[in-house]
């Protein structure tokens, strides 16, 4: 059984950070592109980072650059999503997902580009 599953949410204070996995059963991640998605109460999904197959980051929000990058260990066969510098607007359920796999690149940030997902982690930004 091909899964995602997240881990790594919580409750933080503005300024702090968290670092989020994604650990994947059932495939190896080495030849997908893995993404985070989140939304928050009221809001689309929308798409925060990618890192493809060779290791290159897309960024697919403005609002995280220079605060958030993603990693992948291929020999744990997970991805991680490090967040910095936190602000309440933050606060969302992370979704990481993968692509079909063998691009070259990270697929466009539409949920349909991407085949698997997690069932998500809550990240709370208060203080």
């Known amino acids: 059984q091909l899964q995602l599953v997240e881990s790594g949410g919580g409750l933080v204070q503005p300024g702090g950070s968290l670092r989020l996995s994604c650990a994947a059963s059932?495939?190896?991640?080495?030849?997908?592109?893995i993404g985070w998605f989140r939304q928050a109460p009221g809001k689309e999904r929308e798409g925060v980072l990618c890192?493809?197959?060779?290791?290159?980051?897309?960024n697919y929000a403005d609002s995280v650059k220079g605060r958030f990058t993603i990693s992948r260990d291929n020999a744990k066969n997970t991805v991680y999503l490090q967040m910095n510098s936190l602000k309440p607007e933050d606060t969302a359920v992370y979704y990481c997902?993968?692509?079909?796999?063998?691009?070259?690149?990270?697929?466009?940030?539409?949920?349909?580009?991407?085949?698997?997902w997690g069932q998500g982690t809550q990240v709370t930004v208060s203080s």
């Open positions: 059932g495939f190896t991640l080495d030849y997908h592109a």
């Open positions: 997902a993968a692509d079909l796999g063998y691009g070259s690149s990270c697929p466009a940030p539409i949920i349909y580009e991407y085949a698997y």
């Open positions: 890192i493809s197959s060779s290791g290159g980051s897309t």
